[in-house]
């Protein structure tokens, strides 16, 4: 089993669909990242998140400790939010730096 | 924040020889991390890299397939030798967090034939 687990592996949405993506763990963190991955390559870190939640424009991310479970939302979606999803977290156990990926959620929203 | 370059951003290469990448941050860092990212698969960290002792490699990988140099707060290089097309990959470098916020270099997309 991994240490981080994602759901769905891929999601198709209609352009303005709210959306959500999971992500579970099951070691103690420090934190947790949540990451864009263009079809290019790179990677753009959206949040990274210890409790509660965060808001960045039309992204929404949140965090359960005690469940050890996260959600990103994405609200009004467009067709530039297609890309993977990566959830990460960095544990308690290891360097708060050192980061541990999820197998990436592809997102395709269609206009 | 935290501008990381990459070099070379791709290339094509012999299966036996070796390959060195090179990743550049705009600022010091302590810790510089490698990680690689087989075709549509999720990131896995190579090594840690530490300016002025030895990387520190993650399970399955080793010093003599990935060597790594640190000469200074700003620069790292990753050697991938003796490829094989297993060895097909981006590889990416990466730093941080700072103020919330994990940096990753544009990565190297490796073709080995």
């Known amino acids: 089993k991994n240490e981080v687990e994602q759901s769905p592996q891929n999601l198709t949405a209609q352009e303005g669909e709210f959306i959500t993506i999971n992500c579970s763990y099951s070691?103690?963190?420090?934190?947790l990242h949540w990451l864009q991955q263009h079809p290019g390559g790179g990677i753009v870190s959206l949040f990274m998140l210890s409790s509660g939640k965060k808001k960045h424009g039309r992204l929404i991310a949140t965090i359960n400790i005690q469940e050890k479970h996260s959600s990103l939302h994405i609200t009004a979606s467009h067709p530039r939010d297609s890309a993977v999803y990566i959830c990460a977290v960095s544990s308690e156990e290891t360097s708060g730096s050192r980061l541990t990926f999820g197998e990436g959620t592809q997102l395709t929203v269609n206009p | 924040s935290a501008v990381i370059s990459q070099k070379p951003s791709r290339d094509i290469c012999q299966r036996g020889t070796s390959l060195t990448i090179q990743c550049q941050v705009d600022?010091?860092?302590?810790?510089m991390f490698w990680y690689r990212q087989q075709p549509g698969q999720s990131l896995t960290l190579i090594a840690t890299a530490n300016q002025g002792s030895e990387a520190t490699y993650e399970s399955g990988f080793v010093i003599d397939k990935f060597p790594i140099s640190r000469p200074n707060l700003t620069f790292s290089t990753l050697t991938v030798s003796n490829m094989s097309p297993e060895d097909s990959s981006i590889y990416l470098c990466?730093?941080?967090?700072?103020?919330?916020?994990?940096?990753f270099g544009p990565g190297t997309r490796l073709t080995v034939l």
């Open positions: 600022s010091q860092v302590t810790m």
């Open positions: 070691v103690g963190i420090s934190a």
């Open positions: 990466s730093v941080g967090p700072w103020a919330d916020t994990q940096y």
